[in-house]
């Protein structure tokens, strides 16, 4: 059961913290410390200890470090700035978020020593939901927009349009008992292009499956886990192995060390983390 | 907390999370990239790329790679269609992003479309992007290619300096992420070239991060460069690295040789050659040399010089070295004082103190072989000093 909170507890993290476009700090987990005994069905509220990402260093084969990513986050373990780092910790570029409500409202992206600031991206919420995203070249020119829609807390339509707001793609998502079960891609006018079908077993994926529009398989992911904590990340080509990525997990079933593999097995490079954790409460 | 209540408030987290978590899970990593794949791959415009590889970067997912490698290979491929000025520069910004994600995403499978970038395109930021990016990749079969262009900017040919300066900084910061030792000769001459003292000093603390052992090419530029003081430099910088002794150690004996092999034209040749010589007695002495291949080059820049201050430190240097040959040359030396001390010819102040080196020498050799000359010098009617110091030094062999 323990193992099903981490997982639900590192999809929460992303959606308070890094919204959709950090998706590397979700090797999180939580442990749960309860504030009052309590009953079920009593609205209580509990805090949990919730671990973030801190630092990822990351290593060649050669076990020579070629870089650096670190996170900073606020005292609610909103994601504040990333940055990337190269071998001699000398920064290559930076990501600032800016937050309000506990939900990041703009990220902008600098690059270099110099601070050079480049694009950025506002977020639009209704509630809980992000309902648009924006994104604006250095001379504040939209570029393209993202909204998104809801049924019941489901999102089910994802629209992009052009910055100056012509809608390009269409993406419309299913769910069965509550899980994510396909996400199809549609022109503007309608026509499939493609789909990614999700298989769940319970509240643990177990793979994604990419099609083209002739439904013919173009790519898939197959997870695999150990005791409820994710382990292995196998990638296909149609039906052939790509690369593999294998967790090596702390005792608590946090990531410690993500390898990636080629075909062939030998290593390609590997990411140690290391985690800060925040108090969150939970309403229940 | 028993466990069982607490198994039951863990059940009640995961269900009241789950409305929360909906929304996160439904838009995975994976569906905004291939969302944004199909998209650029149906933009037909600069602009349109532009914004859409704007969501791409954005993204930072290694799955995209393929894409940002195929989209990059395209616009190379483009680069010959007729564009206005605003349109081209655009075009230099989608592939400066795509470069600088390739980057950052450390695609090595991309390191050839970089390059194949590198050599199309005038934009010189875009040339010095792509070689930072090819180090960022640890691209290192491309270590030659970059070295060959941080040579010829080395040897400035090109019109603008400017231009070159931003080149060959990019191609230094390239060659140190590669930590290649193949990389480290063209990075030493940089920090030796024309260029200003930015580039310079960055080449010269690139030095110490591309090889922790720069024995090889070190050797390649003691052997082959003419200007004395750049042997002396490198020398210096091979004493300064983390090369085990047995390399400095090779580098001190060449730098030796060539200290002895030149005759210099005026007196600034002959101290850069002196100071040459005596930098590698000092490794010699510092790393412990004690082979025997080494003496006659020691005695002959003892020969060389008349400053007594190097004499005694390469006296010192074949105590260390101690091998019976070092031990021969150095015992016949002090026999022949000893022979002039028991002739009447008294040492003055400075043959007393290369007296007193010699005898220091043959102790630190611990070579049994300089004991009969160690033993002569109590009876050669020299100092109470000298004596008592002989003494002490004859100690050190019981």
């Not at chain 1, 069905?41 to 509990?46: G, N």
């Not at chain 2, 110490?208 to 910088?237: C, F, Q, R, W």
């Not at chain 2, 030796?256 to 005596?278: I, V």
């Amino acid at each position: 059961m323990r193992k099903i909170i981490l997982l639900l507890s590192a999809a929460f993290i992303i959606l308070f913290s890094c919204a959709t476009t950090t998706p590397e700090v979700a090797d999180t987990e939580t442990e749960e410390k309860i504030a009052e005994p309590v009953e079920e069905k009593v609205v209580q509220t509990v805090i949990i200890d919730v671990y973030l990402v801190s630092m990822e260093t990351q290593s060649a084969s050669d076990s020579i470090v070629d870089g650096y990513k670190e996170y900073q986050y606020d005292e609610k373990g909103n994601l504040l700035e990333k940055r990337e780092l190269d071998g001699e910790k000398k920064l290559l570029n930076r990501m600032v978020n800016e937050v309000s409500r506990n939900q990041i409202i703009k990220s902008q992206w600098f690059s270099g020593e110099e601070n050079e600031p480049g694009n950025y991206l506002i977020k639009e919420y209704d509630g809980d939901n992000l309902i648009k995203e924006t994104s604006f070249d250095i001379e504040d020119i939209p570029q393209s927009i993202s909204t998104y829609e809801y049924n019941n807390n489901e999102m089910v339509k994802w629209t992009v349009s052009s910055g100056d707001n012509v809608p390009m793609m269409v993406t419309d998502y299913e769910y069965t008992n509550g899980m994510k079960s396909k996400a199809t891609f549609l022109t503007p006018l309608g026509e499939m292009e493609g789909y990614i079908k999700y298989s769940w077993n319970g509240e643990l994926i177990e793979s994604e499956k990419t099609f083209d529009e002739n439904d013919d398989l173009e790519k898939s992911i197959e997870y695999e886990y150990d005791d409820g904590n994710l382990i292995r990340e196998i990638f296909y080509k149609k039906t052939v192995v790509d690369h593999t990525i294998e967790y090596e997990l702390d005792e608590n079933g946090n990531a410690i060390t993500s390898k990636y593999l080629y075909r062939s097995g030998n290593l390609k490079s590997q990411i140690a983390y290391e985690y800060i954790s925040v108090k969150r409460e939970v309403q229940q | 907390m028993s466990n069982e209540r607490t198994g039951r408030v863990s059940k009640i987290i995961i269900i009241s999370s789950l409305l929360m978590i909906i929304s996160v899970i439904s838009l995975s990593a994976s569906d905004k990239s291939e969302v944004w794949k199909r998209m650029y791959n149906r933009a037909f415009t600069i602009d349109q790329q532009f914004a859409i590889m704007q969501n791409i970067v954005a993204m930072d997912d290694p799955a995209l790679i393929e894409l940002l490698d195929s989209a990059l290979a395209e616009q190379i491929n483009s680069l010959e269609i007729q564009m206005d000025r605003s349109e081209r520069e655009k075009k230099d910004q989608l592939m400066r992003m795509m470069v600088n994600e390739l980057s950052s995403l450390k695609a090595e499978e991309s390191s050839g479309t970089i390059f194949t970038l590198y050599n199309a395109v005038d934009n010189h930021i875009l040339k010095a992007d792509c070689l930072v990016a090819l180090g960022q990749i640890r691209a290192v079969e491309f270590v030659p290619q970059v070295s060959t262009i941080l040579r010829n900017l080395s040897f400035n040919a090109s019109d603008d300096s400017s231009v070159a300066e931003i080149l060959a900084y990019a191609a230094i910061v390239s060659l140190e992420r590669m930590r290649d030792v193949r990389g480290f000769e063209q990075v030493f001459y940089a920090s030796q070239g024309w260029y200003s003292r930015r580039v310079k000093d960055k080449a010269t603390s690139v030095l110490k991060v591309i090889s922790d052992d720069p024995t090889e090419p070190i050797l390649e530029i003691i052997g082959g460069e003419s200007d004395y003081d750049v042997k002396l430099i490198a020398l210096n910088i091979e004493n300064d690295s983390n090369a085990g002794r047995e390399n400095k150690n090779k580098v001190a004996v060449l730098s030796l040789k060539e200290g002895l092999r030149y005759s210099p034209n005026d007196k600034m040749e002959a101290d850069q050659l002196a100071r040459l010589r005596l930098a590698a007695v000092n490794a010699l002495i510092l790393n412990e040399y004690k082979n025997d291949d080494v003496v006659s080059d020691l005695i002959s820049s003892h020969n060389a010089t008349n400053d007594i201050n190097e004499k005694i430190i390469i006296i010192q240097a074949l105590g260390v070295n101690g091998s019976d040959k070092a031990v021969l040359w150095l015992s016949d030396e002090l026999g022949e004082y000893n022979s002039r001390q028991l002739s009447g010819l008294s040492a003055n102040r400075t043959e007393l103190i290369y007296i007193k080196q010699l005898i220091s020498a043959l102790s630190i050799s611990a070579n049994v072989n300089g004991k009969p000359v160690l033993l002569e010098v109590q009876y050669s009617d020299y100092t109470p000093a000298i004596v008592r110091f002989v003494k002490e030094a004859l100690a050190t062999f019981e």
